[in-house]
């Protein structure tokens, strides 16, 4: 979800605002609505620690950052009662999440030298006196603009592999969750003392406004695809890069030959996750006629066993806000308006609490098919083959993730459909590889974060050629003459012009 929205005429400091337990209404903490003034000062901080940071080089960062890892697992019970206050998640949910970010901490930081240091690239046979390398550099100060609904996994994403390729970092976590942006940013600040390379800025879209036209080298963002949009536009004033990941309607494909109760299972599961406010939650199903009855009646059954609440018993949490609630609520009778019916739940929400929703028979067009609903809501649908499945499944503006069960085509499924990333008998199979780059095409946003594309997302190629000795035939000059280019071109004539 977004960030915050993005509003023209931000000024300095704008007082303070209060963060709310989802599940009490009790408050968190109060926290400074930072502007221009404030960012500006900590991205000028942070050209100065990025000099400093540079310099320590892969195995001074990679030293620093495997004790940041081990600061995190000591604070763990910490960080996972701040995710709960500001997000209102189980603690299953909140553990799982802090435990997913070591493993993509520990992959960036022992992979950043192999990925972006110095290789040889070899030249032609046209220039065989010259040798040529290229390596990444960092790209100076990052700005990194952080969602509510994984306040941890998430920004890390971003932030850890910034860290790693060399640069400072300025974290503007969401208005919702900014207690916990604090606590890693303390936790960075108990192994790097000596310099502010991860600092945090807090405020709502203001805040992220100034952020993105304060001259940071490069803005990675996660949130709603409109927010993106603004997001966007305020970096094209500076023509600063962006890596965009925004939201998703991912979709569920279930073939002929699949393991129906570990499909249904595995449906559940990443449709309600979190209440459903995910941008790689399943909102959409696509099942084979030959086995749709089978994984209904699986989906149903595992479906009744799952309560949201606010209680420590509750599997699911509420939703963050009132708006989404809204929102939820409007796809749901926009889908029975059109035809569509209520398998389970529907019922109105609890306060910000919504029971699992299951949907049968809603048409293509209605909202709940074509929008991100970010909510505990399933629409199943039929289908007669693994055509018609794809076809549907690419039928939104959207590509972030997907998941696949079958057998036999599954492989083919998961590389026709238009995503980002795909799982094959599993949910969120590609969230747990560090290695995988994750990103989305369309409205799910550009660029990527994770793997070896991830580091390279935030540093800069440089190119080098090196003349060894001299050619007695010298391209690069003004005194070449007539039977010297006459050589060049039977030379590359030679080379090229063969089938």
């Given at each position: 979800?977004?960030?915050?929205?993005?509003?023209a005429?931000?000024?300095?400091?704008?007082?303070?605002?209060?963060?709310?337990?989802?599940?009490?209404g009790e408050?968190?903490?109060?926290?400074?609505?930072?502007?221009?003034?404030?960012?500006?000062?900590?991205?000028?901080?942070?050209?100065?620690?990025?000099?400093?940071?540079?310099?320590?080089?892969?195995?001074?960062?990679r030293?620093?950052?495997?004790?940041?890892?081990?600061?995190?697992?000591?604070?763990?019970?910490?960080?996972v009662?701040?995710?709960?206050?500001?997000?209102?998640?189980?603690?299953?949910?909140?553990e799982?999440?802090?435990?997913?970010?070591?493993?993509?901490?520990a992959?960036?930081?022992?992979?950043?030298?192999?990925?972006?240091?110095?290789?040889?690239?070899?030249?032609?046979?046209?220039?065989?006196?010259?040798?040529?390398?290229?390596?990444?550099?960092?790209?100076?100060?990052?700005?990194?603009?952080?969602?509510?609904?994984?306040?941890?996994?998430?920004?890390?994403?971003?932030?850890?592999?910034?860290?790693?390729?060399?640069?400072?970092?300025?974290?503007?976590?969401?208005?919702?969750?900014?207690?916990?942006g604090?606590?890693?940013?303390?936790?960075?600040a108990e192994?790097?003392?000596?310099?502010?390379?991860?600092?945090?800025v807090?405020?709502?879209?203001?805040t992220?406004?100034?952020?993105?036209?304060?001259?940071v080298d490069?803005?990675?963002?996660?949130?709603?695809?409109?927010?993106?949009?603004?997001?966007?536009?305020?970096?094209?004033?500076?023509?600063?890069?962006?890596?965009?990941?925004?939201?998703?309607?991912?979709?569920?494909?279930?073939?002929?030959?699949?393991d129906?109760?570990?499909?249904?299972?595995?449906?559940?599961?990443?449709?309600?996750?979190?209440?459903?406010?995910?941008?790689?939650?399943?909102?959409?199903?696509?099942?084979?006629?030959?086995v749709?009855?089978?994984?209904?009646?699986?989906?149903?059954?595992?479906?009744?066993?799952?309560?949201?609440?606010?209680?420590?018993?509750?599997?699911?949490?509420?939703?963050?806000?009132?708006?989404?609630?809204?929102?939820l609520?409007?796809?749901?009778?926009?889908?029975?308006?059109?035809?569509?019916?209520?398998?389970?739940g529907?019922?109105?929400?609890?306060?910000?609490?919504?029971q699992?929703?299951?949907?049968?028979?809603?048409?293509?067009?209605a909202?709940?098919?074509?929008?991100?609903?970010?909510?505990?809501?399933?629409?199943?649908?039929?289908?007669a083959?693994?055509?018609?499945?794809?076809?549907?499944?690419?039928?939104?503006?959207?590509?972030?993730?997907?998941?696949?069960?079958?057998?036999?085509?599954?492989?083919?499924?998961?590389?026709?459909?238009?995503t980002?990333?795909?799982?094959?008998?599993?949910?969120?199979?590609?969230?747990?590889?560090?290695?995988?780059?994750?990103?989305?095409?369309?409205?799910?946003?550009?660029?990527?974060?994770?793997?070896?594309?991830?580091?390279?997302?935030?540093?800069?190629?440089?190119?080098?050629?090196?003349?060894?000795?001299?050619?007695?035939?010298?391209?690069?000059?003004?005194?070449?003459?007539?039977?010297?280019?006459?050589?060049?071109?039977?030379?590359?004539?030679?080379?090229?012009?063969?089938?």
């Open positions: 979800m977004s960030a915050g929205p993005i509003t005429g931000t000024s300095a400091g704008a007082g303070t605002f209060d963060v709310r337990d989802p599940r009490t408050l968190v903490g109060t926290f400074p609505q930072h502007g221009e003034r404030e960012v500006a000062a900590a991205v000028q901080r942070a050209r100065a620690a990025a000099a400093w940071w540079g310099q320590l080089g892969f195995t001074g960062r030293r620093r950052l495997d004790a940041f890892r081990a600061v995190l697992v000591a604070q763990l019970p910490r960080l009662s701040a995710v709960r206050e500001e997000t209102g998640k189980p603690v299953a949910e909140a799982l999440e802090v435990v997913l970010c070591l493993d993509h901490l992959w960036a930081a022992r992979n950043a030298e192999r990925v972006l240091g110095r290789r040889r690239v070899r030249p032609t046979v046209l220039s065989p006196n010259l040798s040529a390398s290229v390596e990444r550099k960092p790209l100076g100060v990052v700005g990194v603009i952080g969602p509510w609904n994984f306040p941890v996994f998430t920004p890390l994403g971003s932030i850890v592999p910034a860290l790693a390729a060399g640069n400072a970092v300025v974290h503007k976590p969401s208005e919702l969750a900014p207690g916990v604090a606590l890693l940013v303390r936790a960075f192994v790097v003392p000596e310099q502010p390379v991860l600092q945090l807090t405020g709502d879209g203001r992220g406004e100034a952020l993105c036209r304060s001259g490069k803005i990675a963002f996660t949130g709603s695809t409109a927010a993106a949009k603004r997001v966007a536009a305020a970096c094209a004033e500076r023509l600063t890069p962006l890596v965009a990941e925004c939201g998703g309607k991912d979709a569920f494909v279930v073939d002929e030959d699949a129906v109760r570990a499909a249904a299972r595995a449906a559940l599961w990443s449709a309600m996750v979190n209440a459903g406010q995910t941008c790689t939650a399943t909102e959409r199903a696509y099942v084979h006629r030959a749709h009855e089978p994984f209904l009646a699986a989906l149903l059954e595992e479906a009744r066993g799952v309560r949201a609440g606010t209680d420590d018993d509750a599997a699911l949490g509420p939703l963050r806000t009132a708006a989404q609630v809204a929102r609520e409007s796809h749901v009778a926009d889908a029975v308006a059109r035809g569509g019916r209520v398998l389970l529907g019922a109105p929400a609890d306060g910000l609490v919504v699992p929703t299951v949907l049968d028979g809603v048409p293509d067009d909202l709940v098919e074509q929008e991100e609903t970010f909510g505990p809501v399933l629409s199943v649908h039929v289908v083959d693994a055509e018609e499945a794809v076809r549907r499944a690419n039928g939104t503006r959207y590509g972030l993730g997907a998941t696949v069960f079958g057998g036999r085509r599954a492989g083919w499924i998961a590389r026709a459909l238009r980002g990333a795909v799982s094959v008998n599993c949910a969120f199979g590609f969230a747990q590889v560090p290695a995988l780059p994750f990103g989305g095409v369309g409205d799910s946003g550009f660029g990527r974060v994770h793997g070896p594309d991830g580091l390279r997302e935030f540093s800069a190629p440089q190119s080098v050629a090196r003349q060894r000795f001299r050619l007695p035939l010298e391209v690069r000059s003004f005194t070449l003459g007539a039977r010297e280019r006459s050589s060049i071109v039977a030379l590359a004539s030679l080379v090229h012009g063969r089938r």
